[in-house]
């Protein structure tokens, strides 16, 4: 259950198929807030056009994305978030970890038609834990306990 209802932000994190988008937005419609997806802003900052493309990220770009958020109408929920960099800072925030056995997500995933860039999920998941996903999992369990 959420706490911090009066937050400029909530984070929704997971790998892929863990169902980010669709929590966030039905989140976001609950708390009359705007949604945003955090690889379309990766994508506007940094021109890159894959997940691929994204494993090649920087302080610069982590920095860039910081200042694009800022900017965002507030309150704001935020889907996708992969550095740890980013959430911390906005630290105080909500983070929501969406934790989906592997099955479902590939069931999800397969439903869906593929990955977004048509590759299988464990080259998903691997790409994911590349991007820094492992690492805000890592985050979350380290700053609630």
């Known amino acids: 259950m959420l706490k911090n209802l009066d937050s400029d932000y909530f984070f929704v994190v997971g790998y892929a198929g863990s169902g ?3 929590y966030a937005k039905m989140l976001a419609v609950s708390l009359n807030a705007n949604f ?3 690889s379309d802003i990766v994508k506007k900052v940094s021109k ?3 997940r691929s493309d994204l ?3 920087t302080a610069d770009l982590d920095q860039a994305i910081i200042e694009e958020l800022r900017k965002v109408e507030k309150p704001a929920v935020v889907s996708g978030v992969r550095q740890v960099s980013i959430l911390q800072a906005f630290e105080g925030n909500p983070i ?3 934790s989906v056995p592997f099955e479902k997500r590939e069931d999800r995933l397969t439903r869906r038609g593929s ?3 048509n590759i299988s999920l464990k080259e ?3 790409l994911d834990n590349k991007l820094g996903v492992g ?3 890592n985050y979350i369990k380290d700053y609630h306990n």
Do not use: N
């Open 20 to 22: 980010k988008s669709t």
């Open 36 to 38: 945003i997806e955090a």
């Open 48 to 50: 890159l056009q894959t």
């Open 55 to 57: 494993a090649s990220k």
């Open 96 to 98: 929501i970890w969406l």
């Open 115 to 117: 990955t977004k860039d």
């Open 124 to 126: 998903a998941d691997d």
């Open 135 to 137: 690492e805000v999992l």
